[in-house]
């Protein structure tokens, strides 16, 4: 039950993460790209989205687990990858829905 509680707040963190670094891309596009460069605003799902595509590309996997063997390293950043790409692909969809 204590996993899952921990589990819960990680979830938790996240939303309101994403929730926060949405409502910022949402206000300075608004503040300095739609008059500076003339371009329409964006919708809160559309800042999330974007959210989404910064967080991506700015992604950094640290894989420095010292002792540990090559094979183990090399798959556990396979996994790290995929599952990461995985959850970003899905929270973009997600932001998809409510553009």
């Known amino acids: 039950m204590e996993n899952f509680g921990k589990f819960m707040f990680a979830l938790l963190v996240l ?8 409502f910022v891309i ?3 596009w608004l503040w300095i790209l ?11 799902g559309a800042s999330f ?13 640290d894989n420095k ?4 063997d090559e094979t183990d390293k090399i798959v556990k950043l396979l996994i790290t990858v995929i599952v990461t790409a995985g959850a970003y692909l899905l929270f973009g969809w997600i932001a998809s829905m409510m553009i």
């Open 15 to 22: 939303v309101v993460g994403s929730v926060i670094n949405s």
């Open 26 to 28: 949402y206000k300075l």
């Open 34 to 44: 739609v008059p500076v460069f003339a371009l329409t605003p964006l919708t809160m």
């Open 49 to 61: 989205g974007l959210s989404v595509i910064v967080s991506f590309l700015k992604q950094r996997v």
């Open 65 to 68: 687990e010292p002792g540990a």
